[in-house]
C-alpha cells in the first residue's frame, strides 16, 4: 500500500515538473507539417529526405513529442536538446537565411554527417534506426561544393570577404566566441588563445600554425587533428588560399 502510494506520488511530482518548462516552452510550434520544411531550398532531394526525417525533431519547429517526452527530468534533458538544436539551425527557418548563411551551414551539416556526431547518442537510444546509413552520410556530404581543383596565389582581399561571410558567424578577430580569437593566430602555438576553452586535440598539438598547416586545418580539420571542436572546413582550394593570406596579413 505504502508502496504505491509512493509510486503515485512520485508520478504526480514527475508530470507535474514536467509542465515546467525551464528552456522556454518549445510546444507551441504549428502542426508538425514537416513538407514546408526546406522547400524550395533547392538542395538534392535525397539530402532534403534526410534532414527532414532524421533531423527535424531537434532542428525545426516541427518537432513530434511523444508521451515520455512530459515526465520530468527527463523533459528537461530532451528540451534542452531541442531549443540548442534549434537555435544552431532551425530548418523551418531556412529560407530566411542569407545565402552566405545557408553556405554554412550546409557545410557544417557536411562536417556533422562525416563525424558521426549528429543525431546525438542518446535520441539514438530512444530512436532505434535512427543513425545516419553510409547512403544518408554520402547524400549529406554531397552538400559540400566541388572543388575546381588547382589554385593561384592566395589574395588577402579576397579572403578578408570570405573570411566575413564564412568565418565570423563563429569567430572574431579579437575575442573569442564559439572559436577562438584570430588577430595573430599566423605562427601562433595552436590552441593558446588565453582564455579559449579548446579541444585537448588541439591544445596538445604543440605546432604553431603556418601556411600549410592553415591549409591543411581549413581543408579538413578532422584529418589534421582528430578530436578537435571545428565543425567547418573551406572545400574551394582557392579559397583557402585566400583566407590564409588574409590570415597572414593581420597584425
Ligand atoms: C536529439 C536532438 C538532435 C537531433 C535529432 C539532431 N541534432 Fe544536431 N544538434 C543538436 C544539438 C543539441 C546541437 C547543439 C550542440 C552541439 O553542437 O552538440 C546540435 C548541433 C548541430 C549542428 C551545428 C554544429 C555547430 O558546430 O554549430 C549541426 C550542423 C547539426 N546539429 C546537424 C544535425 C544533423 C545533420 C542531424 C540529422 C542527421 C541532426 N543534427 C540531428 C541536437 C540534435
Ligand atoms: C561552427 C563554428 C566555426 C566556424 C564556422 C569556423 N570555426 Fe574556426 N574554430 C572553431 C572552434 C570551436 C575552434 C577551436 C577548435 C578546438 O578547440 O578543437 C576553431 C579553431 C580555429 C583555428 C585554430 C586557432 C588556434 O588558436 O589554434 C583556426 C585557425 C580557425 N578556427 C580558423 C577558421 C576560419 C579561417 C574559418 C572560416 C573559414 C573558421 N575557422 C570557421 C569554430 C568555427
Redesign the pocket.
Known amino acids: 500500500m505504502r508502496l504505491a502510494v509512493g509510486v503515485l506520488l512520485c508520478s504526480a511530482v514527475s508530470i507535474a515538473a514536467g509542465s515546467w518548462h525551464p528552456w522556454g516552452d518549445l510546444h507551441t510550434a504549428p502542426p508538425s507539417d514537416r513538407s514546408t520544411l526546406l522547400q524550395g531550398a533547392g538542395l538534392p532531394a535525397q539530402a532534403r529526405a534526410?534532414?527532414v526525417t532524421?533531423?527535424a525533431?531537434?532542428?525545426s519547429e516541427t518537432t513530434v513529442w511523444p508521451a515520455y517526452t512530459r515526465f520530468a527530468p527527463g523533459s528537461w534533458l530532451i528540451e534542452r536538446?531541442?531549443a540548442?538544436?534549434r537555435r544552431?539551425?532551425d530548418l523551418s527557418q531556412w529560407q530566411r537565411l542569407s545565402a552566405d548563411r545557408q553556405e554554412v551551414?550546409k557545410q557544417?551539416?557536411a562536417q556533422?554527417?562525416k563525424r558521426g556526431s549528429?543525431?546525438?547518442m542518446?535520441?539514438r537510444w530512444l530512436h532505434p534506426g535512427a543513425a545516419?546509413t553510409k547512403d544518408e552520410i554520402a547524400a549529406?556530404t554531397s552538400l559540400l561544393p566541388a572543388d575546381a581543383g588547382g589554385s593561384g596565389p592566395g589574395d588577402a582581399v579576397r579572403g578578408k570577404a570570405l573570411f566575413e561571410r564564412r568565418c565570423t558567424g563563429c569567430h572574431a578577430l579579437d575575442s573569442n566566441r564559439e572559436g577562438p580569437r584570430l588577430r595573430g593566430v599566423f605562427g601562433r602555438q595552436a590552441g593558446s588563445a588565453s582564455g579559449f576553452s579548446y579541444s585537448s586535440a588541439l591544445r596538445e598539438r604543440h605546432v604553431a600554425w603556418d601556411s600549410a598547416g592553415l591549409e591543411r586545418w581549413l581543408c579538413d580539420p578532422d584529418e589534421l587533428v582528430p578530436g578537435n571542436n571545428m565543425?567547418f572546413s573551406v572545400p574551394k582550394s582557392q579559397e583557402r588560399a585566400d583566407i590564409v593570406a588574409f590570415l597572414a596579413s593581420l597584425r
Request: aromatic share 4%; glycine share 4%; net charge negative.
Open positions: 534526410v534532414l532524421k533531423c525533431d531537434c532542428h536538446d531541442v540548442e538544436g544552431h539551425l551551414l557544417e551539416i556533422q554527417a549528429m543525431p546525438p542518446q535520441y545516419l549529406l565543425d
